[in-house]
């Protein structure tokens, strides 16, 4: 493992990227701001109402404050089977935390577990990025016996899902497929709404080539992109039963389409589904 060894405070920023409880984030050095200076002052603004908004508007949420030099540029997005409160809370947890770990950066990204959140001194909406990017792993591995077959589903399932979720207007998608008598691996995949489907497909197809270099052997993991997220594990992390359940009420980022792309089976006991609508309803 390769933090294992490492215990120094130098070190404990490589062990947050690690880790898969803690929120991998990125300082992009690109520059930094004066405290109490008109971009502190804009990014504050923007940072404390972005919990509410983007809760408001269904999950997603990009918006500016104040005018060049100092503009700054945000987006929140929380994963597609959060409701409402866990999306609030993950948002605000993300807003104080990007802030603390990468004070004064103009720009900076957080993965806050269940949410991306990032800002910028540059217009970062509408376009795909793909790094900078973090990897997390699930430090567990595949039993060297199934990994040829698990290989072979993860890839399957990925792949049904990635269709799935560039074709639909809230670029997120979940399903699970087994691999073994009894072992199930489930998978979700999710875009920002403002990158066109093309660029999502791209996207998450790049993020589902990196597994093998993020968790190749695993049995689960992370890959975060600015733009996209692939994630696996053998568990159950996402709610589906609220993905399931939800009526058919979009509310798009792009108003495009509000039809549910349907369960598209595979030949290896796949199943998957796309959101009709933000799973924003009360619990
Ligand atoms: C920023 O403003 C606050 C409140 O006005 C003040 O307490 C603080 O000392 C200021 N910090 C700097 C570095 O100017
Ligand atoms: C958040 O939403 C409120 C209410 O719609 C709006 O007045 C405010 O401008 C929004 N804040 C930002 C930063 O977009
Ligand atoms: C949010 O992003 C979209 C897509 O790029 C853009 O058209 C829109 O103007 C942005 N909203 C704000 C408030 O800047
Ligand atoms: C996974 O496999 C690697 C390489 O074989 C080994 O070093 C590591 O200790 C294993 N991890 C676990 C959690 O068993
Ligand atoms: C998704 O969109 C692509 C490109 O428009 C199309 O070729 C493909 O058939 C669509 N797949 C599904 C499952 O809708
Ligand atoms: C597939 O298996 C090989 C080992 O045989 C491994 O190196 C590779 O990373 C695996 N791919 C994934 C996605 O786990
Ligand atoms: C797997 O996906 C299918 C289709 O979406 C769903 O009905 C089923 O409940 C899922 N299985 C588990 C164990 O979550």
Known sequence: ???SS???IAH?????LTLPSAQPQVCSNKGTFSTNSTYDKNLNLLLSSLPSNTTANGGFYNATAGQDPNKVYTLALCRGDLDTTKCYKCVDTSSRDITKQCPNQKEAIIWGGACILRYSNRNIFGTMEVAPFQYVPNPNNISSTELDHFNQTLYNLMGSIVTQASNSSLKFAVGN?????SKIVYALVQ????ISQRD????????VGDISSCCG??????VLRPSCIAWFELFRFYDSTLLANSPTQAIPPTPTS???IPPTPTSDNSNSLTKTRRGMSDM
């Open 6 to 8: 490492l215990i120094t």
């Open 258 to 260: 509000t039809q549910a």
């Open 217 to 222: 052997g695993k049995e689960g993991g992370r």
């Open 12 to 16: 404990a920023f490589l062990i947050s």
């Open 191 to 194: 875009c920002t709404p403002d």
């Open 177 to 181: 497929a087994s691999f073994s008598s």
């Open 1 to 3: 493992m390769r933090y």
């Open 200 to 207: 999502c497909r791209i996207c998450l197809q790049g993020a």
